[in-house]
């Protein structure tokens, strides 16, 4: 879970720096169980060298790995005081066995607070690539990007607006998790990186009340006071850099200048997104799909029924590059668009301005049978009658991993295809 940490335990050997993305690897060099710290090369001054082994200076700067993960007997086992932070004795609604130990304390993966933006042509900004993805968000007609090369080295961005808006856009890498919390459950307060895991999956603290836990994929508390209470969500949309700057090329994103000595052209789990293992064992993974498609769903509400879509469904359901997909979720119906160019789908109710709209595929347009009106994507006509109207974006859709998706929605509809 964290590229940048030291650990004290067995002695295990430090192996060499995971392989380039580009390099797809389907088997495993590591023993099953162990920890992220034997799986990457670590330097204790806060970055991550993806180019070749790990040198002997280097080594002697780091204690040894733990070689396997602890199950949790109770969560204050792992917890003591970091800085003024302490969880203790925590009561937790999950199996306390179900939760696991990710490395660091809680904030030793540092969440950022309002981290300086930037334009897209802004030198600070060169360290984003035309593919790599970002999550976008429109707050008062202005749109942000926050890329996953921040996301890899702080998973949350906690973000306070001039209209009083606040908040936390959060991003996983070991579950490709991308959600969008409003922070008024946690009464603004700013969330952090726990270091604890669910299902591979991010767990927060918020810093006005620390011995409560968010889990980031349940979209809710699971330990402490605030057990039971669920987080608002904010409507995003996940693409890459290109997409994104392509449907706003006004749009703002987060700077290389964040106080924090990272190297965000490098990712430090390697070639992690392209293989079907996992660094944490997680029961009864599901593999009716590659466990690491993309994919955007909308979870259930209260019994009723979730939705999900395998970007690789998306692709090929159209000759085209865009895709329509149909469905219902949450109790109502859902049309969820995709365009291939910027690599993103969304969800929406079809309804605009009181009116059931009914879309399809004409060519590379998604057109609306209504009304004769072009829709891009993000869910803005484009041309024709409806021209600068917007669809209501399903705040609740995220985008992750399969296996992770599925995990946390076991029984949602998949969808397969027209």
């Known amino acids: 879970m964290f590229p940048t940490r030291t650990h004290a335990g067995t002695g295990a050997a430090f192996l060499t720096a995971p392989r380039e993305l580009s390099e797809h ?28 082994p790990v040198s002997a200076g280097r080594v002697a700067l780091l204690s040894v790995a733990l070689a396997a993960l602890l199950p949790l007997t109770a969560c204050s086992d792992l917890f003591g005081p970091s800085g003024s932070q302490a969880f203790v004795e925590l009561e937790c609604s999950v199996s306390r066995s179900a939760l696991m130990d990710g490395g660091p304390p809680p904030d030793g993966i540092p969440s950022l607070q309002n981290p300086q933006f930037v334009g897209p042509d802004s030198p600070e900004a ?89 889990f980031q994929m349940d979209r809710q508390a699971r330990c402490g006071n605030a057990d039971g209470t669920r987080l608002a969500m904010y409507p995003s949309m996940e693409t890459t850099w290109f997409g994104w700057r392509s449907l706003h090329p006004e749009t703002r994103v987060v700077g290389s200048a964040t106080g924090i000595d990272r190297d ?72 969820i668009f995709w365009d291939e160019r910027v690599q993103g789908a969304m969800a929406f109710r079809p309804v605009s301005q009181g009116t059931n709209l009914t879309f399809s595929v004409e060519g590379d347009r998604i057109v609306d049978q209504e009304t004769g009106s072009s829709w891009r994507v993000d869910g803005v006509a484009e041309e024709g009658p409806l021209a600068g109207q917007r669809l209501e974006a399903i705040p609740e859709a995220y985008v992750a991993f399969w296996f992770a998706w599925i995990a946390f929605h076991p029984a949602a509809e998949m969808w397969e295809g027209a």
């Open 25 to 52: 690897r389907t088997d495993s060099p590591y023993p099953a169980g162990a920890s992220l710290a034997t799986r990457l090369d670590i330097d204790i001054s806060g970055s991550s060298n993806m180019s070749g």
């Open 264 to 335: 965000y052209e490098d990712n430090p789990y390697g070639n992690y997104e392209r293989t079907d293992e996992l660094l944490f064992g997680q029961p009864n993974v599901d593999t009716r799909r590659f466990v690491k498609e993309r994919t955007l769903g909308v979870p259930e509400d209260d019994g009723q029924n979730a939705l999900v879509v395998p970007f690789g469904e998306l692709e090929d359901a159209e000759d085209g590059v865009v895709a329509v997909a149909r469905g219902d979720a949450r109790g109502a119906p859902v049309v």
């Open 126 to 214: 060169d360290y984003l690539r035309d593919r790599d993805r970002v999550i976008g968000i429109v707050v008062d007609g202005e749109a942000w990007a926050i890329p996953h090369n921040i996301g890899w080295w702080h998973e949350i961005v906690n973000m306070d607006f001039d209209s009083g808006a606040q908040l936390a856009v959060t991003y996983c890498p070991l579950t490709g998790s991308s959600l969008v919390f409003d922070r008024e459950a946690v009464g603004g307060a700013t969330f952090g990186v726990s270091g604890l895991l669910f299902q591979n999956n991010l767990i927060l603290f918020d810093r006005n009340d620390p011995a409560s836990l968010w």
